[in-house]
């Protein structure tokens, strides 16, 4: 593994380790089911064994890496029935805020969705699966934080990543992306319409990629 730049130890605001690991986790650089050695991980993120041990520890806790005794961590490999299972708890969840976030946004919040859409849109033919996947996660983001509950919102987050191992993962196919993007629009559509029965609607099919 190639390694990231060094965290500045004394910085109190330097990126902790578990995020470092996360973030290639979902990025695909530490792909499903491969192992995490921790003299790999020392040197990859120029810190310390112990640093290493608790960030494992955390992600394993979110059941983003799996602690396997005697052998060591790897990044966990979820199977078809948990992300059929976790997208029913995010319908549950984000469908079932839609009236708030149709009430609760402003001409600004729906200009705000239609900038993150269009971002998407135009990273569908210029930009990385990273950059498309990082894009697709911003929009979300904002549409549900309009609900107006943070710990419904960091909730959402952490489901989302028990499944987005990697961001070119969550699109099979062009069509699909291309077939979120119309219902990115959609969803704004209805927010702008103070719709809530649609969006309730078009966030459901959006996350069982109907």
Known sequence: MNKVKPREANNPTAVDVTDLILH??????????SWLKQIDLEQRY???RPEVRRALDRLAQRRLV???PNRGYHVYEPDGRQASEVSEIRILLEAGVAGKIA???SELDVEALRDLASRFDTLILEGTPIELYEANLAFHHRLLSLCGNKELVNLVT?????????????WKTRARIEQSSREHHQMIDAVAAGD???LKEAIARHIRQD
């Open 46 to 48: 120029q810190c310390t």
């Open 24 to 33: 290639d986790i979902q990025t695909g650089v530490l792909a499903p089911g």
């Open 158 to 170: 952490e489901i989302r990543q028990r499944t987005s191992s990697a961001p070119v993962s969550q």
């Open 103 to 105: 009430a609760n946004a």
């Open 66 to 68: 799996e602690h396997v």
């Open 196 to 198: 809530g029965a649609t």
